[in-house]
């Protein structure tokens, strides 16, 4: 194959080459969709998806609808100060509702952040963000050290495939499984790399 002089887009030759081997007549083949789906909610979800984030290092507080403002206060007492979406369907005492305004420099001044969530996976102890008022901008729960998320059992599903058929995939999704953490190449634990280091879940039943 002849070389490409330094002044040649190679991207541009390259996908010129893939439209020739192709043809006229390329089509798209059709990609199976038949993934395992549950559909609905069942009784031990909420106990699976407890254990996977106790896995994952997170704390989990088991709660209902009428305890969830006294686990709150409880777990928020002393952690301060903190900052909330817009659209959160409870009061958080003294806590700053973001206008959008604040970088992530003043955003690092907040203790913690509280939010709800879009849905949850019990299969993989993951907690998934579409950036709803009740969630907020991405950055609300990512730069502060502590995110108090609270899920509701309705949101809490089985399986990856009926995570993704709750979500819009052209929304800003952010997938949580656990405190942000990562390991060197001799498996010493970081916490606290790419998002907040203590993840503390609110699991109302």
Same mark, same amino acid.
Do not use: W
């Given at each position: 194959?002849? $070389?490409?002089? +330094?002044?040649? @887009? #190679?991207?541009?030759?390259?996908?010129?080459?893939?439209?020739?081997?192709?043809?006229?007549?390329?089509?798209?083949?059709?990609?199976?969709?038949?993934?395992?789906?549950? %559909?609905?909610?069942?009784?031990?979800?909420?106990?699976?998806?407890?254990?996977?984030?106790?896995?994952?290092?997170?704390?989990?507080?088991?709660?209902?609808?009428?305890?969830?403002?006294?686990?709150?206060?409880?777990?928020?007492?002393?952690?301060?100060?903190?900052? &909330?979406?817009?659209?959160?369907?409870?009061?958080?005492?003294?806590?700053?509702? %973001?206008?959008?305004?604040? @970088? +992530?420099?003043?955003? %690092?001044?907040?203790?913690? &952040?509280?939010?709800?969530?879009?849905?949850? &996976?019990?299969?993989?102890?993951?907690?998934?963000?579409?950036?709803?008022? @009740?969630?907020?901008?991405?950055?609300?729960?990512?730069?502060?050290?502590?995110?108090?998320?609270? #899920?509701?059992?309705?949101?809490?599903?089985?399986?990856?495939?009926?995570?993704?058929?709750?979500?819009?995939?052209?929304?800003?999704?952010?997938?949580?499984?656990?405190?942000?953490?990562?390991?060197?190449?001799?498996?010493?634990?970081? $916490?606290?790399?790419?998002?907040?280091?203590?993840?503390?879940?609110?699991?109302?039943?």
């Amino acid at each position: 194959m002849a $070389e490409l002089s +330094a002044d040649v @887009d #190679v991207r541009s030759v390259v996908l010129a080459r893939i439209r020739t081997a192709l043809g006229s007549n390329a089509s798209a083949p059709d990609v199976p969709r038949d993934y395992r789906r549950a %559909d609905v909610s069942a009784p031990g979800d909420l106990e699976l998806l407890a254990d996977r984030l106790l896995d994952y290092k997170a704390t989990v507080v088991h709660t209902t609808a009428d305890g969830l403002a006294a686990d709150l206060a409880k777990a928020l007492d002393g952690i301060s100060p903190l900052i &909330v979406p817009p659209g959160l369907s409870f009061a958080v005492p003294g806590a700053t509702v %973001d206008d959008g305004t604040l @970088d +992530a420099a003043a955003l %690092d001044g907040f203790a913690g &952040v509280v939010t709800g969530c879009a849905a949850a &996976v019990a299969e993989t102890g993951t907690i998934a963000l579409d950036g709803s008022p @009740d969630q907020g901008r991405r950055a609300i729960t990512l730069v502060p050290d502590r995110h108090y998320c609270v #899920v509701r059992a309705d949101q809490v599903v089985q399986s990856v495939p009926d995570l993704l058929a709750r979500l819009t995939p052209t929304r800003p999704l952010t997938l949580i499984s656990g405190p942000s953490a990562t390991s060197d190449i001799e498996l010493d634990r970081v $916490e606290g790399v790419h998002g907040p280091r203590t993840l503390v879940v609110f699991l109302v039943g």
